[in-house]
């Protein structure tokens, strides 16, 4: 008798355990079937108009409040001459729709997920300041919309914008660029629809963002509303504060712009009789740099102010002309200097002396008339009035005047280290080329003291 209990309570231990796993999976399926339901009772015909905004807060006819946050993915160009910079992000939008409430069934119906945006209403949200723009469609349109038990409706895709970026270049390439993405309200006025920003975090950058050449160092969230005859229309956006990375354009254009004109100095080492190759060295550094500084300008755009790289390669550029110029003024001094030469050849110093003695006036010359009277032995009161001072008359003082201030000229004057330093050098075409190779590096040096210290405290009170 108790084998066959036990048998029995086993096979009903066994049933109620198949039951209840058919109820599982019977439930199972009815949860199913139940969003399905959902989807049909909430969007079927007849029962939501898509044409038909909802209502404000709280059921009114106020606007329509709609969250935005955006998650930017990748900054791929930020394009100077265009004037334009490209960006990929994840665009988002969250509304209350009270016709789009159902039951959640406890907790087991988190949300809905539709991949069809026209079967809801949605803001008629467009970027103002975009140019070019596309949906990503691989493998599936990487765009979704998610509707919660309590009427909230989510709205998510994927895009990739070309914006336009107004940029003042006047500190270039010492600047920062501020670009702005604009998303405003086309059709429906703020009486209708308002744009607000999430709260908390309503713009994500994602973890270690590369820019060529740039570097976001912060961005800010703002409003834009904008007043049209048609009425005011609900605007975000977000300021996007790029600082350009300074490095590369050291390496590329001031260093090589100062070797430049700093190999365009090595003419004042070189002989001047050395005509091939000073002129070949001054005119290859002049071609060089102005087809560096063409190439400069035409990465940018041609705007109307002069911006700090035209500076830059503009005076760089005249120190290796005025280099070339230096040649010309030292070969028209040793011209000169050769042409003196031969003067000095042809007509000896010695000859222009005696030439000039025999040129002096008789009267210049003082007779000795005691001696006379000396030959002739006569001793009478001429020769004692003779031999007694002379009283000197006025044109005798004045000569004697004009002798002393002759001496005092002929004294020779006391060098300074200046120029006791060039007499060293005999020739002009010389020293000429000696105070070049003082000169221009010095000039040189003042101007790249002026320019960093002007473009820095420039770039400082631009940051603040």
Same mark, same amino acid.
């Given at each position: 008798?108790?084998?066959?209990?036990?048998?029995?309570?086993?096979?009903?231990?066994?049933?109620?355990?198949?039951?209840?796993?058919?109820?599982?999976?019977?439930?199972?399926?009815?949860? @199913?079937?139940?969003?399905?339901?959902?989807?049909?009772?909430? #969007?079927?015909?007849?029962?939501?108009?898509?044409?038909?905004?909802?209502?404000?807060?709280?059921?009114?006819?106020?606007?329509?409040?709609?969250?935005?946050?955006?998650?930017? @993915?990748?900054?791929?160009?930020?394009?100077?001459?265009?004037?334009?910079?490209?960006?990929?992000?994840?665009?988002?939008?969250?509304?209350?729709? +009270?016709?789009?409430?159902?039951?959640?069934?406890?907790?087991?119906?988190? /949300?809905?997920?539709?991949?069809?945006?026209?079967?809801?209403?949605?803001?008629?949200?467009?970027?103002?300041?975009?140019?070019?723009?596309?949906?990503?469609?691989?493998?599936?349109?990487?765009? &979704?919309? @998610?509707?919660?038990?309590?009427?909230?409706? #989510?709205?998510?895709?994927?895009?990739?914008?070309?914006?336009?970026?107004?940029?003042?270049?006047?500190?270039?390439?010492?600047?920062?660029q501020v670009c702005s993405l604009r998303m405003a309200s086309y059709g429906w006025t703020t009486d209708d629809l308002v744009?607000?920003?999430?709260?908390?975090?309503?713009?994500?950058?994602?973890?270690?963002?590369?820019?060529?050449?740039?570097?976001?160092?912060?961005?800010?969230?703002?409003?834009?509303?904008?007043?049209?005859?048609?009425?005011?229309?609900?605007?975000?956006?977000?300021?996007?504060?790029?600082? @350009?990375?300074?490095?590369?354009?050291?390496?590329?254009? &001031?260093?090589?712009?100062?070797?430049?004109?700093?190999?365009?100095?090595?003419?004042?080492? #070189?002989?001047?009789?050395?005509?091939?190759?000073?002129?070949?060295?001054?005119?290859?550094?002049?071609?060089?740099?102005?087809?560096?500084? =063409?190439?400069?300008?035409?990465?940018?755009?041609?705007?109307?102010?002069?911006?700090?790289?035209?500076?830059?390669?503009?005076?760089?550029?005249?120190?290796?002309?005025?280099?070339?110029?230096?040649?010309?003024?030292?070969? /028209?001094?040793?011209?000169?200097?050769?042409?003196?030469?031969?003067? +000095?050849?042809? &007509?000896?110093?010695?000859?222009? +002396?005696?030439?000039? =003695?025999?040129?002096?006036?008789?009267?210049?010359?003082?007779?000795?008339?005691?001696?006379n009277f000396a030959m002739t032995g006569y001793d009478g009161p001429l020769q004692h009035s003779l031999q007694k001072p002379?009283?000197?008359?006025?044109?005798?003082?004045?000569?004697?005047?004009?002798?002393?201030?002759?001496? #005092?000229?002929?004294?020779?004057?006391?060098?300074?280290?200046?120029?006791?330093?060039?007499?060293?050098?005999?020739?002009? =075409?010389?020293?000429?080329?000696?105070?070049?190779?003082?000169?221009?590096?010095?000039?040189?040096?003042?101007?790249?003291?002026? &320019?960093?210290?002007? /473009?820095?405290?420039?770039?400082? +009170?631009?940051?603040?």
């Amino acid at each position: 008798m108790w084998p066959g209990v036990l048998k029995l309570l086993v096979l009903l231990t066994f049933l109620l355990h198949l039951s209840r796993c058919a109820q599982m999976q019977k439930k199972v399926v009815n949860f @199913r079937e139940k969003e399905k339901e959902v989807l049909d009772d909430i #969007l079927g015909p007849g029962r939501y108009d898509a044409r038909i905004r909802p209502s404000g807060e709280n059921g009114t006819d106020g606007p329509t409040n709609v969250n935005v946050n955006i998650f930017l @993915r990748s900054i791929s160009k930020i394009d100077d001459y265009n004037m334009e910079y490209s960006v990929q992000l994840t665009f988002r939008e969250q509304w209350l729709d +009270e016709r789009l409430r159902f039951s959640d069934f406890k907790g087991r119906l988190k /949300y809905l997920t539709l991949t069809d945006a026209s079967r809801v209403w949605m803001p008629d949200l467009f970027f103002s300041n975009e140019k070019e723009g596309h949906f990503h469609n691989i493998i599936m349109p990487n765009v &979704y919309i @998610r509707i919660f038990p309590n009427g909230f409706v #989510l709205y998510s895709i994927r895009i990739s914008l070309t914006l336009s970026c107004p940029m003042n270049l006047k500190l270039y390439p010492l600047d920062r660029q501020v670009c702005s993405l604009r998303m405003a309200s086309y059709g429906w006025t703020t009486d209708d629809l308002v744009f607000l920003w999430k709260e908390g975090d309503p713009v994500q950058v994602v973890k270690n963002l590369h820019l060529p050449r740039f570097t976001l160092e912060k961005f800010y969230t703002d409003y834009c509303n904008s007043k049209t005859n048609t009425g005011e229309y609900s605007c975000l956006k977000v300021d996007l504060l790029f600082k @350009r990375e300074f490095s590369y354009y050291l390496i590329q254009i &001031y260093i090589p712009c100062c070797m430049l004109v700093i190999v365009s100095w090595v003419s004042f080492w #070189l002989d001047q009789s050395a005509v091939p190759a000073r002129v070949s060295l001054g005119v290859t550094t002049l071609l060089t740099m102005a087809t560096q500084t =063409s190439g400069i300008n035409a990465s940018l755009p041609p705007v109307s102010y002069t911006k700090a790289i035209d500076i830059w390669t503009g005076v760089c550029l005249t120190f290796v002309f005025g280099a070339l110029l230096e040649f010309a003024l030292v070969n /028209y001094a040793s011209r000169s200097d050769m042409h003196s030469d031969n003067i +000095e050849k042809k &007509y000896p110093p010695s000859e222009t +002396e005696q030439s000039t =003695s025999m040129d002096l006036p008789s009267d210049q010359v003082e007779p000795d008339n005691s001696s006379n009277f000396a030959m002739t032995g006569y001793d009478g009161p001429l020769q004692h009035s003779l031999q007694k001072p002379l009283v000197r008359q006025p044109e005798d003082t004045m000569s004697m005047d004009r002798m002393e201030h002759c001496e #005092l000229h002929m004294q020779p004057r006391k060098k300074n280290c200046c120029r006791s330093w060039l007499s060293k050098f005999p020739t002009r =075409s010389k020293r000429i080329d000696v105070i070049s190779r003082i000169f221009f590096p010095i000039v040189f040096a003042f101007f790249n003291l002026a &320019y960093w210290s002007a /473009y820095l405290f420039r770039k400082e +009170e631009q940051d603040e």
